[in-house]
């Protein structure tokens, strides 16, 4: 459920000429970045962070955590996960904090919410990221950054139909694909938002991926973030490409709240950088 310290596994590729020449022309050509997020600051939007936490005091977060929970396996609990507040939220790790500043570098009026469902190894069970995501969905999230997945068969089921439901409560998943060449869930689902590492450092510039299932490529190599106990850290991965799209994600969220999650992928696709004609 966490990054493999290879490189990301995901194919850069070029979009087609008759690709371009629709992004060119006719309505498409409106949506443009600046259409989609300029001036917007993700100001009235909530998003969560489903990971090991945040470290709601690191200096690089300012006052932009907002509240946490915790899912905690208990085998004594419905559905054997038990969900708790965890005020002030704190990062048992450091992957959450890494996310939610880059979330807050992009998108500095948006609200983080901490939705703890890693440990100390930044491993967990896939039912408390289950419950954690479920908890996300009912909870008035706008936004989920999901930068963690489960391989395990088993639960393809129940986490498709969690992606399912906050497809249609108009919550926007994005996910990082896993790192190896294998299936994870719930990257996997056309209902998120699916994400890959490439080696830029512009934050907004991102490309979409015309191979299914990796859908959009993001910075995630080398990048500087920030990490529990007010520290930082270089680190690679995909887990780190998801939180720039995230980012961009509440731009867009602000500046038109009524875009569906559809919708808001077709603006993505729109405006990725391969799609756009110089």
């Excluded at 050509?29 to 600051?41: C, F, I, N, R, V």
């Excluded at 089921?157 to 497809?167: I, M, T, V």
């Amino acid at each position: 459920m966490v990054d493999n310290p290879a490189r990301p596994a995901w194919s850069q590729q070029f979009v087609s000429t008759a690709i371009r020449d629709l992004t060119a022309s006719g309505p498409i050509a409106g949506l443009t970045p600046e259409w989609a997020w300029g001036g917007s600051t993700g100001q009235g939007v909530r998003v969560a962070v489903v990971d090991s936490g945040i470290e709601h005091d690191h200096p690089v977060l300012g006052d932009s955590v907002r509240g946490g929970v915790v899912a905690e396996y208990d085998e004594q609990a419905e559905n054997n996960v038990r969900i708790e507040p965890d005020d002030p939220p704190r990062d048992v790790s450091g992957h959450g904090t890494a996310c939610a500043g880059i979330i807050h570098a992009i998108a500095p009026d948006a609200e983080l919410i901490s939705v703890r469902v890693l440990g100390t190894d930044m491993r967990g069970r896939a039912i408390q990221f289950a419950a954690g995501l479920d908890w996300t969905v009912d909870n008035g999230m706008h936004v989920a950054n999901l930068s963690l997945s489960t391989a395990r068969e088993e639960y393809y089921g129940l986490f498709h139909r969690l992606a399912d439901d906050a497809y249609f409560k108009n919550v926007v998943l994005i996910s990082a694909v896993n790192n190896l060449p294998a299936p994870s869930y719930p990257s996997l689902y056309s209902s998120v938002i699916s994400v890959a590492a490439h080696e830029g450092r512009d934050p907004l510039l991102f490309y979409y991926n015309p191979a299914p299932p990796v859908e959009f490529g993001a910075p995630g190599i080398d990048i500087r973030v920030a990490w529990k106990d007010k520290q930082y850290l270089v680190c690679t991965g995909n887990s780190f490409a998801a939180p720039h799209i995230a980012g961009i994600v509440a731009l867009i969220r602000a500046k038109h709240p009524d875009l569906t999650p559809f919708q808001i992928k077709t603006v993505l696709w729109a405006c990725a950088a391969n799609t756009r004609r110089a």
